[in-house]
């Protein structure tokens, strides 16, 4: 089982739609989850970080966490072709050390 | 603020000669990363400093890859030789407070290797 699990993907969206992107992680001693966005070509940028059960909200973008299914989420409300990239979710695992990362979920936003 | 740095940007060598990468991160960022990003995967840790330390270096390949940062500052990474799947993105990154659950890394702009 991979520590960090993503759909791979495309998910296409309509232009104003909400995506919604998923992601598992295997080590329920995991603190902390992170969504990072990472354009064609370019290096990974940090959207949001959640670390308590919940929902935290920023911007159009929402991030969703549930420990005890070892679920983390992320919406994006109004979504607009510029958010066409690959999302990738990274949880740090090991004691607090280390940032692991799914393969990320290519999101594809159709006007 | 500049951000963190790396060259080259690009590098295309054949099969079983050696390369070297060069990270500069943010000014006062004590943890240094180095990541391989193999296309369609997400990035992987190779190895990472805490000032001139070794935190971490569990997947490091040793037996080709070293990597030093000795004066708590900028880092080399090196493979020697290189193999045809060593061919991805070489990602630097930083952060000051490594290892803490809000810990921010900040990415440098990478350097796409190609072994032939």
């Known amino acids: 089982q991979k520590e960090v699990e993503q759909n791979s993907g495309p998910l296409s969206v309509p232009e104003g739609a909400i995506a919604s992107l998923n992601c598992t992680y295997s080590?329920?001693?995991?603190?902390?989850f992170f969504w990072y966005r990472q354009y064609s070509g370019k290096s990974p940028e940090l959207i949001m970080f959640i670390y308590s059960n919940g929902d935290k909200e920023d911007g159009r973008f929402t991030a969703q966490l549930n420990k005890a299914s070892q679920y983390v989420s992320l919406l994006i409300r109004d979504s607009q072709p510029s958010d066409s990239a690959t999302y990738l979710c990274?949880?740090?695992?090991?004691?607090?050390?280390?940032?692991?990362f799914g393969t990320g979920t290519q999101l594809k936003v159709e006007l | 603020e500049a951000g963190v740095a790396q060259s080259p940007r690009y590098k295309i060598i054949e099969k079983r000669q050696s390369v070297a990468f060069w990270c500069n991160p943010i000014s006062g960022h004590a943890t240094l990363y180095w990541y391989q990003q193999i296309l369609g995967q997400g990035p992987k840790l190779l190895i990472q400093f805490q000032n001139n330390g070794v935190v971490d270096d569990s997947q490091l390949p040793k037996d080709r890859f070293s990597a030093e940062r000795l004066k708590g500052v900028d880092s080399t990474l090196k493979i020697q030789p290189a193999k045809l799947e060593d061919s991805a993105v070489y990602l630097c990154a930083s952060t000051t407070r490594g290892g803490h659950r809000t810990q921010r890394q900040y990415f440098g702009p990478g350097t796409r290797l190609t072994v032939t």
């Open positions: 080590d329920r001693g995991s603190q902390s």
């Open positions: 990274a949880v740090i695992t090991g004691g607090g050390n280390k940032l692991t």
